[in-house]
């Protein structure tokens, strides 16, 4: 029998962006070894025996109207019943370039509605003999954060190494995951969880932060699509890096914020900026839910911040800002709710005025992903992760995740209102200044 529950809040919104083209999530595993499509095919129908989430499609019920756009929207509800294997195409092309058509196409493509889950695979053999794969992993962010990429990635891999140990496991969860939503502190006293987002109760207002964005670019033949650069720090560099933000009394995300900010005041002379970060809630609500819970469970939040030449002094102040907003402010900060009229007053002009920016920067940090090299007869050689952004986005979206003792860095960019050279030269200095950090 099938299961059913409406979406939460963060939940509607991030669906609602997806059917837009925003925030679409994507991972590609970069995999050497002879890899035969019925075996993915396995391991698909595999990962959907152990999360209940990839087993639903979501289907649409009553309008909900609002006082400002979106005027109207669906309600909509997970749904087990009727739901469809996850969608696999197979491509063989010896272009090494290849995966990333797929992926660049899969950037600007959401999943469209239908009775399938919200996750689509395609995997892209490159060599002749098929030993040189890309798995190229396109979701719906209302049904995954970094930490259930990162886990979704692992099993599929740990599938691939050893199909008959893994089908012996039993399902992870039975049930769908109640919303972030669930085990938050209620606001608005209206006992609604699913609509639009907590809104503020009796009491006084909070102030809205408006967004900082960063100097108008020039950008020769501007392409309406997302790109990535991906950096690495060694497991050496990493190590030295996380003893100096211990001893400086900071944190892994507020090094990576204080050097892109240093990055950009170089570079455009700024004093300040506001940053957007994602923060999991998983440890924050009242769900205590197991990581291995599949789902999207992170809000975002806006955080402003001074810019200084003193890169310890600016990483302490986005990690306490951070912090501090999440135990003041959380609902003031953050971004993951439909807008009020407020942000369409300051923003909408703004936004459409600089190609569809909002902050100069976001940055996401995720745990250690537990990703290995082997996987039995498989290999894995990187992995490229992007949030698409061409829609309307932050100028930098920096994505990063720590692996094998190093760290991963992919930076998501609009190439209509950022140049390929001036990420580059951002990127560069950042990663510089973490480089020489310690």
Known sequence: MGETRPLGGREQLLNHLHASGGLIAMQVLHVRGRLDPALVKRALAWLQTQ?????????????????????????????????????????????????RKVFAADLRTPIPKGDHPRLRITLVRQS???????????????????????????????????????????PLHTALPPP????????SGSGNQSGS????????????????????????DPKKETRVLARHLGPTITATLRDAIKANRTTLHGALTAAFLLAMRERYRLDAMTVLATVDLRRLSKLALPRETCGCYVDILRTKHLITDDFWATARDASFKLIAALAKDQESASIMQFPEWEVYRREVGPTLRNNRRIDGLAVTTADESGLQTSYGAYTLEDVTRAVSVDIFGPSLFVIANERLGGLDLNVAYAAIAMSEEEIRWLTDHAVARLESAG
């Open 51 to 99: 999360h209940p989430i990839l087993r639903a499609h979501i289907r649409y019920g009553k309008i909900i109207w609002r006082p400002v756009p979106p005027f109207a929207y669906r309600q909509r509800w997970f749904d087990t019943e009727g739901t469809t294997e996850i969608p696999l195409k197979v491509f063989d092309d010896t272009d090494p370039d290849a995966w």
């Open 128 to 170: 002749s003999d098929a030993d040189l794969n890309h798995i190229v992993m396109c979701a719906d962010h209302a049904t995954l954060d970094a930490l259930s990429a990162n886990m979704l990635a692992r099993q599929l891999l740990e599938f691939l190494a050893d199909p008959a140990r893994a089908e012996l496991k039993p």
């Open 180 to 187: 972030i939503e669930a085990g938050l502190p209620n606001k």
């Open 197 to 220: 987002g907590n809104k503020s109760g009796g009491g006084k207002k909070a102030t809205y932060t408006p967004a900082i964005r960063l100097p108008k670019q020039k950008v020769r």
